[in-house]
């Protein structure tokens, strides 16, 4: 079975959702359990499972830019990690709205890339946009799985 376009929107859609249903729990109930939803949003979205991902976030440096494993992605997502002290915690910034906008789209059968712009709206109407690529991977079950995600900031020149 191959991967389609649409299963890519699909994909990112389920990845905003995600986001924003742990800012929504670490608003409502605190960061114990906005990381356990973050946990499980790494395990539904993310291909740990198929190897290492190669993880990017937006605001890291240092010994910390890159991440390959779940434990990393999750500091990245909700801080509180003294093993990632830059960590303020991505996921649980109040998030209201993700929306994504393509600029290419590569798929060769069961592997995809995807690369374009996604918009994050916080609860106070703020708007953050930041340059994404994800490439995925379907697993033995059929279920597209991030295995790349870089993100960075505009450039500002």
């Known amino acids: 079975m191959a991967i389609l376009e649409q299963d890519l929107l699909v994909a990112r859609q389920a990845w905003g959702e995600g986001l924003i249903a742990v800012s929504k729990k670490y608003e409502s109930e605190g960061i114990e359990s906005a990381r356990l939803l973050a946990s499980k949003m790494l395990d539904d979205l993310y291909g740990f499972d198929l190897g290492p991902v190669l993880f990017k976030p937006t605001l890291s440096g240092g010994m910390n830019t890159f991440r390959t494993d779940k434990s990393g992605a999750l500091s990245y997502f ?20 993700v929306s994504s906008e393509t600029s290419a789209i590569f798929i060769d059968g069961t ?25 995925y991977k ?4 059929g ?8 993100s960075s900031l505009p450039y500002q020149g």
């Open 78 to 97: 909700v801080g509180h990690n003294s093993q990632y002290p830059q960590d303020s915690g991505f996921g649980i910034k109040f998030w209201r709205e």
């Open 111 to 135: 592997t995809a890339m995807w690369m374009g712009w996604v918009s994050f709206k916080d609860k106070n109407g703020d708007l953050t946009k930041v340059d994404k690529s994800w490439g």
């Open 138 to 141: 379907m697993d033995p079950n």
């Open 143 to 150: 279920m597209l799985k991030i295995v790349l995600h870089h």
